[in-house]
Each structure stands twice: as structure tokens, then as C-alpha cells.
């Protein structure tokens, strides 16, 4: 155990993720590791600096953890990925990433599960989603039905400019937000569009102010 190097421990993790995850690692200005997958490869080489409109680049910029698409121009081919900053003694040393393959590229809809069949649904059109009983339930402007997805999937492929992540239960549609309100220990409570109320949930909150900028 003692003589096993950082990029062997890195390859052991990646044999624990699917064919089509590849995972990358970098210090504040390049990468240092690449481990690419069967479905996608950005051709990343360790000692390659960052870009401005990378994910790791976006994460260590805010200093969270950001999941979002990242169109074709960036690297050649469209993904959705997740990058997490890491610390060490307290700095910034730089983040870890999981890069998953686009199956469709500016897909704009959600098929959604109803009693009679599915409905593809324009995003705008969702005011949030909600795990329950082990599904995710989905709340249109229209209609109710749900999916296969779980949250963590859909905050991977939705547009982060229009869903956030509130509570380990919810994602909104920042476009169905009527209004918010204050709530106790500094959470927030959502009037949405349709009427019904959805709370920020207090691990989410700092975030969520982030993201909306207030």
C-alpha cells in the first residue's frame, strides 16, 4: 500500500464508474490527471491549462461545486459533467471531474410519464420536480406525471440557468418563481407560479442566493 502512487489510486477509482464516465483532476491552472471512457473522450492531457469555459475552470473560479452541458465549441464534442473543488490546508488546490457523454445536444424537453403514455414537455414549461416515494414527480404549467430520472441526473442534464437545486427533494424553475420570502434560520420559502409553496432548504440556501444573486 505504501508504494501505490496517486495516479494508480485514480485509476482504481475510475474502474468504480460506469463505461461512459471519464474523470479528470487538476491543480488551479492545468490538468494533471485524465482517465477518458469508452463512450467519451475529450482528449485532455495532463499538463493542458484550463479554459475559461471548462467546468473546472468554472468551479475553481466560484469556489462550488458546478454541473451544467457544456456545448461542442469547448472541447469538440457536447457533455454534461460535475467538477468539485477540493482544499488542502485550507487552500484551494484545485478540483476532481466527472464527464459524462450528451446523448442529445440542445435537447429542450422532458418526456414525462402520464396515466395514458408520455408527454415531451419544453422545459419552460416545468415549473419544478420533486423526489417522492422513490420517483420523480414533475409539475408542469398543464399537466403531472413523472420520471425514471432521479434529481441528481436531471441537475446533470437540466440548464442550469433555469433549474436550480433548493432541497435535496426539489429542483425549480427559476422562470415559475413568483416570488420569495424569508423563512426562519435563514432558509427561504418559494411562491411559484402555479400557487404552491417550496422551501430552500438551509445546506441549499447560500447557493440558491448565489445563483439568483440577492
Given at each position: 500500500m505504501k508504494d501505490l502512487s496517486i495516479v494508480a489510486l485514480l485509476n482504481v477509482i475510475g474502474e468504480l464508474f460506469s463505461?461512459?464516465?471519464s474523470i479528470a483532476v487538476t491543480d488551479t491552472e492545468k490538468y494533471i490527471y485524465y482517465r477518458p471512457s469508452k463512450r467519451i473522450d475529450l482528449k485532455i492531457l495532463p499538463g493542458d491549462l484550463l479554459k475559461e469555459e471548462t467546468l473546472a475552470y468554472k468551479a475553481l473560479q466560484s469556489g462550488q461545486k458546478v454541473s451544467e452541458f457544456i456545448n461542442r465549441e469547448v472541447f469538440g464534442v457536447p457533455y454534461h459533467g460535475m467538477a468539485v473543488p477540493f482544499l488542502h490546508k485550507g487552500e484551494l488546490e484545485g478540483?476532481?471531474?466527472?464527464i459524462y457523454p450528451a446523448f442529445t445536444e440542445g435537447k429542450s424537453v422532458i418526456?414525462?410519464?402520464?396515466?395514458?403514455?408520455?408527454?415531451?414537455?419544453?422545459?419552460s414549461d416545468v415549473i419544478y420536480l420533486e423526489a417522492k416515494d422513490r420517483k420523480t414527480h414533475i409539475v408542469t404549467t398543464s399537466f403531472k406525471g413523472n420520471h425514471t430520472n432521479s434529481l441528481q441526473e436531471f441537475e446533470y442534464k437540466l440548464p442550469r440557468e433555469m433549474f436550480i437545486r433548493?432541497?435535496?427533494?426539489?429542483?425549480?424553475?427559476?422562470?415559475q418563481i413568483k416570488e420569495i420570502f424569508p423563512d426562519t434560520h435563514s432558509t427561504f420559502v418559494l411562491a411559484m407560479a402555479n400557487g404552491?409553496?417550496?422551501?430552500?432548504?438551509?445546506?441549499?440556501?447560500s447557493y440558491f442566493r448565489k445563483l439568483l444573486g440577492f
Open positions: 463505461d461512459e464516465v478540483c476532481v471531474l466527472a418526456t414525462i410519464k402520464t396515466q395514458d403514455g408520455w408527454i415531451p414537455t419544453p422545459f433548493c432541497h435535496r427533494s426539489f429542483i425549480v424553475n427559476v422562470h404552491e409553496k417550496i422551501s430552500v432548504s438551509q445546506s441549499y440556501a
